[in-house]
């Protein structure tokens, strides 16, 4: 009984907003780390809003998003793979303020939402283009310079589903993304 109060008071902290503001993040430029050496550029956009809880000193926000990650080569002994990503979906991130003034914050998140995996290997000729679910945890930091800018550095693991084609799996069944967003909100 008492988890379900804890739970039933988190969500109602979480809903409880006093401002809204529209939300807009954006990044553009490499953002993907798996292995040693593999990175690639991207693009990413969400659009949604950002809430101050007058409850507490948490602010929220859920954005929906697109993602583009292109031309990532995963080399293997036997065969080369390119593959382009898109993934679409919801984010929500719960901040932590860590300085009086709200200026710097801490963050976790959670994403959930689909990934279109278009993947073309150099041995037999083998395209394949795969739309599966998506999902994501992850974390980090912004810093507001006034209420309206900021910059946001954060980790996210995102899992995707692995097509398959001819033997092959092609493409990633996760990511590893350190993104550097700014963040405007009006």
Known sequence: MMKIRSLILTA???????SALADLQLNAGPMYIRGEDEEAGGFELGVGWYAKHSTSSLASSINLGYLGIASLKEDNPSFEVE??????GLDY??????MQDGGLSAYIEGFAGGANTTAEVNIDDIEVE????????????????TDNVGLSLGYTFLGLNEPNEGGYALGADSLHLVRLNLVVRF
């Not at 593959?83 to 679409?88: A, C, E, F, N, Q």
């Not at 795969?130 to 310079?145: K, N, P, Q, R």
């Open 93 to 98: 991130k719960l901040y932590f303020p860590l």
């Open 130 to 145: 795969e739309w599966g679910f998506a999902w994501g945890v992850g974390g980090g930091l912004e810093y507001d310079f």
């Open 12 to 18: 109602a902290l979480v809903g409880a907003g006093s």
């Open 83 to 88: 593959s382009d990503y898109t993934v679409l």
